[in-house]
């Protein structure tokens, strides 16, 4: 049983989807990131093993600063305990109150600086929740794991493992359960619904670019990836619970969009046919 209410999923739900969906569109093209960082007022910086936090003087996250950054340090350590190595990283995360600029919505968002151990997060604090601040900066920080130790470059993929270990990682500091058939039963119905809606079964979003996964519209600087966060997070989530979340991490090893059938096929003990027709199944899809 997962022993938190339903309006706390749902806010903790529609706050990692808008991370995961402006975190994607931005390993591409950071221009919010950019623009963030050149700008010219200071900022005071906490420092921690994995982490520099870079805050303004009087802003509201400075109160519970502290809290993140132990939580998102915790995350760090529990996912290493997790994957059973040890992890090397410091990216640069930079803290604000409330959404500015060309966004309107509270979100995260990164530049990864390519196949290295930093990288720039930006994470606007509106929600008031240090567990959710935390386990939405750990979504970001597999995402420069999976760059500097995996040399993954695919999409759907890297979402759907980064979504999967932020979601359980919220789940295990909650204390009830976080067992993988939990989350599974939890992301099935919107995954159906997202398969239902036309946003594609994971073979199909395995294969697109970055873009093409977030239906991002340069002109108008918009972007829909629908429901095709959670459609990834629950097949990751149905592998990781039937082979092994060593099978899982291996398989993101070099892989890209054109090979990674092939890469599945070699590391998960399973035929990723067979295995995706079974996992349509057991969501509910005939
Ligand atoms: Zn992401």
């Known amino acids: 049983m997962l022993n938190f209410s339903d309006n706390r999923k749902l806010s903790f739900r529609i706050w990692r989807t808008v991370c995961a969906l402006f975190g994607t569109f931005c390993l591409m093209n950071c221009f919010s990131c950019s623009s963030m960082v050149l700008d010219t007022q200071p900022f005071n910086v906490l420092e921690t093993s994995h982490f520099t936090f870079f805050y303004r003087d009087g802003c509201e996250i400075e109160k519970d600063l502290k809290k993140i950054a132990k939580y998102c340090e915790n995350g760090i350590s529990w996912f290493s305990t997790y994957v059973g190595f ?3 990283l410091k990216p640069d995360i930079y803290l604000f109150d409330e959404p500015s600029g060309s966004f309107k919505e ?3 968002d990164i530049n990864l600086d390519s196949h290295s151990i930093n990288g720039t997060i930006l994470y ?12 939405i900066i750990l979504h970001e920080a597999i995402h420069v794991i999976q760059d500097f130790y ?4 695919n999409t759907a993929l890297a979402e759907g493992f980064a979504s999967f270990i932020s979601l359980k990682f919220y789940y295990y500091y909650l204390g009830g359960s976080y067992a993988d058939k939990d989350i599974s039963e939890l992301l099935k119905v919107s995954a159906l619904q997202g398969i239902l809606a036309g946003d594609g079964i994971p073979e199909e979003l395995l294969k ?9 519209n340069v002109l108008e600087g918009d972007r829909n990836a629908g429901l095709r966060y959670e459609i990834m997070e629950s097949f990751i989530t149905y592998l990781v619970e039937k082979y092994g979340i060593k099978s899982v991490i291996d398989w993101q090893r070099n892989t890209t969009v054109s090979n990674f059938k092939n890469n599945f096929n070699k590391n998960i ?5 067979e295995c995706q027709k079974k996992w349509l199944f057991s969501i509910g899809y005939r």
Do not use: C, G, H, M
């Open 86 to 88: 040890k992890i090397e």
């Open 106 to 108: 509270p979100f995260s």
């Open 124 to 135: 606007y604090y509106v929600e008031q929740d240090y567990l959710t601040a935390a386990s």
């Open 150 to 153: 995996f040399s993954l470059d």
């Open 208 to 216: 697109l670019s970055l873009p093409d996964f977030n239906r991002t």
């Open 269 to 273: 003990p399973a035929d990723f046919d």
